[in-house]
């Protein structure tokens, strides 16, 4: 079992920064794939940005030259670094693993609130 817990969220006014990081623990396959979905009300979940085990990233046109996504594989670390942060980034962003070995694993942080406004 795999245990994922975010932290960083909060208000923050537009053009603001905030850097999201989500820690691991239990027993992961090496080679993973770690990221970062968030869900506005009223919408479905979306896609923030993923990264590889190998440090392949992959970025949402909507973000793409605001946020970095990096990871510490030592630490089982995600982070998201959110910079021109616009009031449309507010969501509940989710933390994500998954990887396939001897079967398809999928695992969720609980969550954590993004706000942006003045």
């Known amino acids: 079992q795999v245990r994922l817990v975010e932290s960083g969220g909060g208000l923050v006014q537009p053009g603001g920064s905030l850097r999201l990081s989500c820690a691991a623990s239990?027993?992961?396959?090496?080679?993973?794939?770690m990221g970062w979905y968030r869900q506005a009300p009223g919408k479905q979940r979306e896609l923030v940005a993923t990264?590889?085990?190998?440090?392949?990233?992959n970025y949402a046109d909507s973000v793409k030259g605001r946020f970095t996504i990096s990871r510490d594989n030592a630490k089982n670390t995600v982070y998201l670094q959110m910079n021109s942060l616009k009031p449309e980034d507010t969501a509940v962003y989710y933390c994500?693993?998954?990887?396939?070995?001897?079967?398809?694993?999928?695992?969720w942080g609980q969550g954590t609130q993004v706000t942006v406004s003045s």
């Open positions: 994500n693993v998954h990887w396939s070995w001897l079967g398809e694993y999928d695992y």
């Open positions: 239990g027993t992961m396959f090496r080679r993973n794939v």
């Open positions: 990264i590889s085990s190998g440090d392949r990233t």
